[in-house]
């Protein structure tokens, strides 16, 4: 168990900056994930941790040592790649127990210790197999074996369930948050599936062009998105997010459509409201008009497409919610005005906390 | 047309293509054929192509013994071993750089093979001259240089494709996992391409085992290698087909056992450093 610090971390691709002075502290035992689109970095800062990558200038510090220099082997850290990275000329066993050869164990351990970590990820009966004989999944529970049986300080995650089908990718999502909390071993896990960041991390760090543009818990990145790229990231279906003016508590888009809003707020500004908190009503007065235009089922849910004027706005419905409501083409829609999100229009960032 | 004529077009055309095949499978094994034939004749049976039941000699065969073919094929196989033995050590950390440190860029990797396309007749002066001067002329130093300058350029080339198709992850992985660099590759990355080394060395040995020009020039008398004394069956008297048809049998079938084990991997190699860049 390890915390690990980044200071002023700057990384650096030929003429490209892809991470610009990272200032990071990823707690000790905690499980953060680091999010973002492709290119912002995330990869290229997990790799830096790992040692797979130079640092331009900063330092990287994890259990309090200075590793900035060291060669990954002399950092105690594990890690699983995306592809999995296991050695198609071992068997399993070999695979698993291969990071406990590498430091010269004893024979007799590492069996020892390869059939207590495969019976704990339930692959004992794999272990004279070959990699390419396994299915997805398997290979994917070898490399975790594999990342584990070291007890290192910290395990590294880049991306390692994109290769997994959506069941799967379930199934092994709470098996790797089980096993955290069963080590409690620090994790860094890159994603690109904000999705998979939100159900995964105890601490989420969100991405965008080599900087770090938040940094906390889940959900109190998805209640109060410090700016509105987080905003539009964070969250599926993402947040409605519309230009316009505010004055007098009345909030009017490019479109000419009109929302009441927080009453504090005035000029230009970028309006957002979750689609969660989008409410599908039959009538109420000065509500805006708006016609369903597209229904998505997903079960108890579904995602509608309303059209208020020439503006597009997505909600998520109750189903029952939604069979409630008579005619499709005259309703009108509402929301609370403390789930409105409210963002400069110059420079993105959220304006009042509430 | 109708479903029965397209029906016989087609069998019409597999016919024909399977009646081309024979043919050209006839114009490999028939050679092979006579040779064998020609290894147990006499001169006089040998002057009749057609003769096809006849009472076998051994004479051809003491023959080639006698004559040092054995000590022969004993030097081309060491030439070969030891030119295959250093292309692959040289070669392989050659191909490794250019896979995954990309050294030497693009030109590199394509312009590795340059030097085949000299014919072969630019090189042997430089190399008889410099024999000649360090006094290793007619030995079977003289002709190892030289096949290594065509052998390792080719074994390189060969393994390259070899290299990139090991995931950089699985080194990368080995690193984090506790070993070196050179531990990474020695442990993870060379078992890996170990097929294509494999195929590599067979593929360096036969290229080197089948070498006329050089071994005729820089060590045609004492230090014959085989080519050099299957040759030398062409004497002033004229041929002498038994002995050297014995004699091409001894060179050939080895390379035809190698191939046949490697004859997979020699197409992956060799598209395998093709295509990819």
């Known amino acids: 168990m390890a915390t690990i610090e980044l200071r002023k971390v700057y990384k650096t691709f030929g003429n490209i900056d892809v991470v610009k002075g990272l200032d990071l502290v990823i707690p000790d035992g905690q499980f953060t994930v680091l999010v973002g689109p492709s290119g912002c970095g995330k990869t290229t800062t997990l790799r830096m941790i790992a040692g797979l990558e130079t640092v331009n200038s900063g330092e990287i510090i994890i259990g309090g040592k200075v590793v900035t220099k060291l060669e990954p082997k002399d950092r105690d850290i594990a890690m699983v790649f995306q592809n999995y990275a296991l050695y198609s000329h071992l068997t399993v066993a070999d695979n698993i127990g291969f990071p406990l050869k590498a430091i010269k164990f004893n024979k007799s351990e590492i069996k020892t210790r390869v059939l207590g970590v495969a019976q704990s990820l339930g692959i004992q009966e794999l272990l004279d197999r070959r990699p390419k004989e396994l299915s997805g999944g398997q290979q994917q529970r070898v490399a975790i074996g594999r990342a584990i049986i070291r007890s290192p300080k910290v395990f590294l995650f880049d991306e390692p369930l994109s290769n997994l089908d959506a069941k799967l990718r379930l199934e092994m999502r709470t098996e790797i948050i089980r096993l955290q909390r069963r080590l409690g071993t620090t994790v860094v896990y890159v994603t690109h599936d904000q999705e998979e960041a939100m159900t995964l991390s105890d601490v989420m760090v969100v991405m965008k062009d080599g900087v770090i543009m938040q940094m906390g818990k889940p959900e109190e990145i998805y209640r109060k998105p410090k700016d509105v790229f987080v905003a539009g990231f964070v969250g599926s279906p993402r947040m409605n997010l519309m230009s316009g003016k505010a004055k007098s508590g009345l909030f009017t888009t490019e479109s000419g459509c009109q929302f009441k809003i927080d009453s504090s707020i005035n000029g230009e500004i970028i309006w957002g409201i979750r689609p969660e908190d989008v409410k599908i009503l039959n009538t109420k007065p000065d509500a805006p008009q708006a016609k369903v235009e597209i229904i998505e089922q997903l079960g108890p849910r579904a995602i509608v497409t309303l059209q208020v004027n020439e503006q597009q706005i997505t909600a998520v419905v109750d189903n029952d919610h939604l069979q409630k409501i008579d005619n499709r083409s005259d309703i009108v829609i509402d929301s609370s005005v403390e789930d409105h999100h409210y963002f400069d229009a110059k420079n993105g960032l959220r304006l009042i906390d509430n | ?277």
Not at chain 2, 182 to 192: D, G
Not at chain 2, 233 to 243: D, K, P, Q, S, Y
Request: hydrophobic share 55%; glycine share 8%; net charge positive.
């Open chain 2, 1 to 277: 047309m109708s479903t029965n004529h397209l029906f016989r077009a087609r069998l019409t055309w597999t016919n024909l293509g399977n009646g081309l095949l024979v043919l050209m499978g006839l114009s490999v094994v028939l050679p092979f054929f006579w040779l064998i034939l020609g290894s147990f004749k006499t001169g006089a049976q040998l002057n009749d192509p057609t003769l096809l039941l006849f009472n076998p000699t051994l004479e051809n065969w003491n023959e080639i013994f006698r004559s040092g073919v054995l000590e022969s094929t004993w030097r081309s196989a060491m030439v070969a071993f030891i030119t295959v033995i250093f292309s692959i050590i040289i070669g392989s950390m050659g191909a490794y750089a250019i896979s995954r440190y990309r050294s030497g860029g693009n030109v590199a990797r394509f312009s590795i093979l340059a030097a085949q396309v000299l014919p072969p007749a630019v090189l042997v002066f430089p190399f008889l001259e410099i024999s000649y001067q360090l006094r290793l002329n007619d030995t079977v130093f003289a002709v190892l240089v030289p096949h290594l300058s065509f052998v390792l350029p080719v074994v390189t080339w060969f393994l390259i494709g070899f290299f990139d198709a090991v995931p950089r992850e699985v080194e990368e992985q080995a690193l984090v996992d506790g070993l070196s660099r050179i531990q990474a590759l020695r442990k993870v990355v060379i078992p890996q391409v170990s097929p294509g080394i494999g195929a590599a060395a067979i593929f360096g040995f036969v290229l080197s085992w089948n070498d006329l020009f050089y071994a005729l020039i820089l060590a045609p008398g004492n230090s014959a290698t085989l080519p050099v004394k299957i040759a030398s069956f062409n004497t002033f008297r004229g041929v002498e087909l038994g002995a050297m048809c014995a004699a091409i049998l001894v060179a050939v079938v080895p390379v035809l056992f190698m191939s046949f084990f490697i004859q997979k991997r020699l197409v992956r190699g060799i598209s395998g450093g093709a295509i990819k860049y």
